[in-house]
Each structure stands twice: as C-alpha cells, then as structure tokens.
C-alpha cells in the first residue's frame, strides 16, 4: 500500500513561487507514475503534471503554460512541484497521486491513479 504526504502549501502573493512535495511510502517513485492535481470546491478535478517510472513527464499546458516543474528526488522518495509565477487561478487544493504501470495517456488521467495523498491547500492572493 503507496502512501503519499503533501506538503508546502500556503499563502503567497500573485507573481510568487511555492514547491510542493510528495513524499512516498510502501512504494518507490522511480516505480511509480506520481501526478500533480488541482481541486477547487465545486469544480472538476483538474490534471496539471505527471512524472512517470521512466523520469518522462507531461504538463497540462493550459494550466501550467511553462510555470510549473515536476522533478523527483529518488534518494528521498519525494516527487516535487515547483510554481513559478502564480496567479489567483491557482489556488486550490493540490494532490499528488500514484499508480504503478501507467503509460503516457493513462498518466493524464485521475481515475487512472490508484493512491493519493491528503492534499495541501495553495492561496495565491494579495
């Protein structure tokens, strides 16, 4: 059973940076697909970025248009989400996700991942 803690969450101003992490337990990232998503009250789950076993990533690109990066630690067992220049759009809940066995197109998907963290609540606003 993959256990997945968010954390790095907060408050920032619009134009600011936060790095969100994900750290893994009872499974190791390099053999796992781990997604980013974005959740706001009242609205669809929303994909923003995958990295999967193979290190090969995918961005949302209306969402992240080149701001957002997705790396892993594997000495850490972490995988991490760093924002650049965010907006109020982004605000949100942020989960990350995991599922082994995952291809480029079922690694977009949420109803592809199998295990998910608790999320973190990102505020981007004066």
């Known amino acids: 059973q993959v256990q997945l803690v968010e954390a790095g969450g907060g408050w920032v101003q619009p134009g600011g940076s936060l790095k969100l992490s994900c750290a893994a337990s009872?499974?190791?990232?390099?053999?796992?697909?781990v997604g980013w998503f974005r959740h706001a009250p009242g609205m669809e789950r929303e994909f923003v970025a995958t990295?999967?076993?193979?290190?090969?990533?995918?961005y949302s690109k209306d969402t992240v248009k080149g701001r957002f990066t997705v790396s892993r630690d594997t000495a850490k067992n972490t995988v991490y989400l760093q924002m650049n220049n965010l907006n109020t759009e982004d605000t949100d809940v942020y989960y990350c996700?995991?599922?082994?066995?995952?291809?480029?197109?079922?690694?977009?998907?949420?109803?592809?991942?199998?295990?998910w963290g608790q999320g973190t609540q990102v505020i981007v606003s004066t």
């Open positions: 996700a995991a599922a082994y066995g995952l291809i480029a197109s079922t690694s977009l998907n949420e109803d592809s991942y199998k295990y």
């Open positions: 990295i999967r076993w193979s290190g090969s990533i995918s």
């Open positions: 009872g499974g190791v990232v390099y053999r796992l697909a």
